[in-house]
T-cell receptor, first 108, second 111 residues
Framework: EDQVTQSPEALRLQEGESSSLNCSYTVSGLRGLFWYRQDPGKGPEFLFTLYSAGEEKEKERLKATLTKKESFLHITAPKPEDSATYLCADSGNTPLVFGKGTRLSVIA | AAGVIQSPRHLIKEKRETATLKCYPIPRHDTVYWYQQGPGQDPQFLISFYEKMQSDKGSIPDRFSAQQFSDYHSELNMSSLELGDSALYFC??????????FGSGTRLTVV
């Protein structure tokens, strides 16, 4: 069964402490992966689409990478405003099904 | 840039009442989606429309119905409301299989 799994479920970082979030997938013929950020009480905000192994995309302190089996969301020198839940999803899955996400807390 | 517009932002209803949520997708987007998100849960897919025709159906209760109108706006109708229907309801739209763009949501509270 095709699925996307995120880890860890929760991550607590000190401000400036870089880390990575993982999204692993067992999808045959993956056509792409979406990353979203969701703040409490708000709709998911689209961050990146990755289509092929080796692809990388960056936005401010975030960089998303994709291999044949997983994707990483690297957060460099995070700030408290980066605290949110980060979600990934298989872009080829219709309708889009989200994983449980990683709840990131960045402490000043 | 235009975003997905949802109304109302907040809604309080009593049990057994009916609620209607509205969604205005991004212009020229061809697909509209509805998701429900309970406290501490990930968004759960309810239903979608492609070019005004229902395209997919998820775990949507029979008490709920939705449609997309000629001007492309969509409405989610919920009848016989139950306490468990209290949640955030998100609408999203996309173009040609691209990323879903979500609205700010409607927070429904059933009392």
């Amino acid at each position: 069964e095709d699925q996307v799994t995120q880890s860890p479920e929760a991550l607590r970082l000190q401000e400036g402490e870089s880390s990575s979030l993982n999204c692993s997938y067992t999808v045959s013929g993956l056509r792409g992966l979406f990353w979203y950020r969701q703040d409490p009480g708000k709709g998911p905000e689209f961050l990146f689409t990755l289509y092929s192994a080796g692809e990388e995309k960056e936005k401010e302190r975030l960089k998303a990478t994709l291999t044949k089996k997983e994707s990483f969301l690297h957060i460099t020198a995070p700030k408290p405003e980066d605290s949110a839940t980060y979600l990934c999803a298989d872009s080829g899955n219709t309708p889009l099904v989200f994983g449980k996400g990683t709840r990131l807390s960045v402490i000043a | 840039a235009a975003g997905v517009i949802q109304s109302p932002r907040h809604l309080i209803k009593e049990k057994r009442e009916t609620a209607t949520l509205k969604c205005y997708p991004i212009p020229r987007h061809d697909t509209v989606y509805w998701y429900q998100q309970g406290p501490g849960q990930d968004p759960q897919f309810l239903i979608s429309f492609y070019e005004k025709m229902q395209s997919d159906k998820g775990s949507i209760p029979d008490r709920f119905s939705a449609q997309q109108f000629s001007d492309y706006h969509s409405e989610l109708n919920m009848s016989s409301l139950e306490l468990g229907d209290s949640a955030l309801y998100f609408c999203a739209s996309s173009l040609e299989g691209g990323p879903l763009i979500f609205g700010s949501g409607t927070r429904l509270t059933v009392v």
